[in-house]
């Protein structure tokens, strides 16, 4: 909204536009802006992982330490109210003034890839409609993020294989590269979850897509199976402007 003051508007809560002479507007930053924090960083927490050698659980510290100097480090751990109380996230990407996060664990119950009731549940065309309509139910309190033009959504398996320098990765190849142990907190192999959905499909093989595995890599599955063992973990991205130490 603009909002007429003189020759100077205030656009929105943020910027101030002056029109000159010549009917040119100039868009000027509000120095006395308070950004709404919505992230604070964290020590690194105990997690539970899959231990493979041991074939159980165990408790493990997981992610790093943010600092001054590394304030969006890949692992670093940040605690994060978006309306409904504090949860945990790791940074999985530094973009520009964006920073996209991944929750340390799944959120609600297990829930299908595709939706029972879509044209066709078991082809992966459905486009994780599934999980993307599940995920939204359960950020729906998240109001806070979304005030600030921030986004909520599932993982992409090439942003996973890019996270680790997969090269090998396309989302036809399972090459087992395993992802910072941080990415599989709370994956379970005797219990569910045991896993959570990526929005990438199996161009191949109509029956598949791909999730993060409890033995901490990228996995193609046949979705309608792994809908009973499988869950969502949200991914968000927001401006560092609404970070802190």
Not at 23 to 28: E, P, R, S
Not at 92 to 120: F, H, P, R, T
Request: proline residues 3%; glycine residues 6%; negative net charge.
């Amino acid at each position: 909204e603009v909002v007429p003051n003189g020759t100077n508007f205030i656009m929105g809560d943020n910027y101030e536009v002056t029109i000159d002479s010549n009917g040119k507007a100039t868009a000027k930053e509000k120095e006395n802006v308070t950004p709404q924090e919505l992230c604070k960083a964290i020590a690194p927490s105990e997690q539970q992982i899959w231990n493979q050698t041991n074939n159980a659980m165990e408790s493990k510290v997981l992610g790093v330490q943010a600092t001054a100097s590394a304030m969006y480090a890949v692992g670093a751990v940040y605690s994060c109210d978006f309306g409904d109380g504090a949860r945990t996230f790791y940074v999985l990407e530094e973009d520009g003034n964006n920073i996209k996060l991944i929750m340390n664990k799944n959120l609600g119950e297990i829930v299908a890839w595709c939706d029972a009731n879509a044209k066709d549940p078991n082809n992966n065309s459905c486009n994780a409609n599934g999980a993307k309509a599940y995920l939204a139910s359960q950020t729906s309190g998240w109001t806070k993020l979304i005030n600030v033009g921030g986004k909520i959504e599932l993982p992409k398996g090439e942003d996973i294989a890019n996270l680790i320098n997969d090269d090998l990765w396309n989302d036809t190849t399972i090459t087992k590269q395993e992802v910072p142990d941080w990415m599989r907190a709370n994956l379970y192999k005797a219990n569910v979850p045991l896993g959570y959905w990526t929005s990438t499909a199996n161009s191949n093989k109509s029956s598949e897509a791909w999730l993060m595995f409890y033995l901490g890599y990228l996995h193609s599955y046949d979705f309608k199976s792994y809908s009973v063992v499988s869950g969502v973990r949200p991914v968000i991205t927001i401006s560092k402007f609404n970070m802190s130490l």
